[in-house]
């Protein structure tokens, strides 16, 4: 999954503006020495940033700290499947994320945890807002307009990727499928190098998370056509979503907490609303948003019935879309 990046300056900052004054320190016997919160990739990214943003709301919250690891690798397979393996007490957490979660299982062999039934699910936290851009090269200033220039071009235009099976490369061989496109797939070793050749304009078209791309819309290196979401973002209201030009169409790439399977129901509502409180923070909200992520505010019910939706789609789309799994 691509992850966006901070410099380390400006994550410590994050975390200076979380101070919550207003509320209490939970009582009772939860919890009783620091908690684990697992980041299954590397430091500096979005993942990240969210994680260690989120844990001091809930280390005043609860009154122990909530210290993050970084246990990555795998494409998060690393991380997650350590607190698959924890007990259910609440002392190890995981904020995941769609890719770890709703699409591992289809992409990988010998996975060693179910996503979807192996966890939790505690809060969905937040959406990154995801971006559909060209070059400036291409005569198109719409999603429709795309299309037909594609159309008219069979087998002319590529699009660019962090790598077979990522949300880049599902985002767009799932577009080319449901809008009958010839294209040619581009996979790089990541998301950095696919941005920059789509700005060099060696591939035309790319689907990545808007703090890769806005940068170089605004410079003119690239135009954006268009959100991935269901819906147009709070973020950016007046880029149009793609679904209003190819209906059904959707990709919302989310992070979310959850616990090993078994947590206590009582102790997952309650970290459910000590989670949400800290994410509605102005401050939080604020610098969350300066990065392209959406925080939100949903029930442990909401988040499950996401994910297994979720689940279910993408396995779909991966196996429709022809993408052999590899060894994980």
């Given amino acids: 999954m691509t992850q966006l990046r901070l410099p380390r300056r400006?994550?410590?900052?994050?975390?200076?503006?979380?101070?919550?004054?207003?509320?209490?320190?939970a009582q009772g016997g939860y919890p009783n020495?620091?908690?684990?919160?697992?980041?299954?990739?590397?430091?500096?990214g979005s993942t990240d940033i969210l994680a260690r943003v989120?844990?001091?709301?809930?280390?005043?919250?609860?009154?122990?700290?909530?210290?993050?690891?970084?246990?990555?690798?795998a494409s998060g397979n690393i991380g997650s499947a350590y607190v698959a393996r924890a007990a259910p007490d609440g002392q190890t957490l995981l904020v995941g994320s769609m890719s770890t979660h709703a699409m591992n299982d289809a992409l990988f062999s010998n996975m060693p945890f179910n996503g979807a039934e192996d966890f939790t699910p505690i809060a969905l936290l937040a959406y990154v807002?995801?971006?559909?851009?060209?070059?400036?090269?291409?005569p198109a200033n719409s999603v429709s307009e795309f299309i037909a220039y594609a159309k008219a071009n069979p087998g002319k235009l590529?699009?660019?990727?962090?790598?077979?099976?990522?949300?880049?490369?599902?985002?767009?061989?799932?577009f080319a499928q449901m809008a009958g496109l010839d294209m040619?797939?581009?996979?790089?070793?990541?998301?950095?190098?696919?941005?920059l050749d789509t700005v060099a304009g060696q591939?035309?078209?790319?689907?990545?998370?808007g703090t890769q791309t806005l940068e170089h819309v605004r410079n003119g290196r690239l135009k954006l056509l268009a959100v991935t979401e269901e819906k147009r973002s709070a973020l950016l209201p007046e880029v149009p979503t793609v679904n209003e030009s190819l209906p059904g169409y959707e990709m919302a790439v989310w992070y979310g907490a959850l616990g090993p399977k078994g947590l206590p129901p009582a102790l997952t509502e309650r970290l459910n609303a000590e989670m949400n409180r800290g994410l509605?923070?102005?401050?939080?909200?604020?610098?969350?948003?300066?990065?392209?992520?959406?925080?939100?505010?949903?029930?442990?019910?909401?988040?499950?019935?996401?994910?297994?939706?979720?689940?279910?789609?993408?396995?779909?789309?991966?196996?429709?879309l022809g993408i052999d799994k590899t060894d994980a």
């Fill in 54 to 73: 989120l844990s001091e709301p809930l280390r005043i919250a609860f009154g122990q700290p909530f210290v993050v690891e970084n246990r990555s690798g």
């Fill in 10 to 25: 400006a994550a410590l900052s994050l975390l200076a503006a979380t101070a919550l004054p207003g509320v209490a320190r």
């Fill in 158 to 174: 590529a699009y660019a990727s962090a790598g077979a099976g990522s949300t880049n490369h599902l985002c767009a061989a799932m």
């Fill in 129 to 138: 807002l995801n971006t559909m851009v060209v070059h400036p090269s291409v």
């Fill in 184 to 195: 040619v797939h581009i996979p790089y070793r990541g998301g950095a190098p696919a941005v």
């Fill in 203 to 209: 591939t035309q078209l790319l689907f990545s998370a």
């Fill in 33 to 44: 020495r620091p908690v684990s919160v697992i980041v299954p990739w590397a430091p500096g």
């Fill in 280 to 320: 509605m923070l102005p401050d939080v909200k604020d610098k969350m948003a300066a990065i392209g992520v959406e925080v939100v505010n949903e029930t442990p019910a909401d988040f499950a019935a996401r994910l297994h939706q979720d689940t279910t789609k993408w396995h779909k789309v991966i196996r429709d």
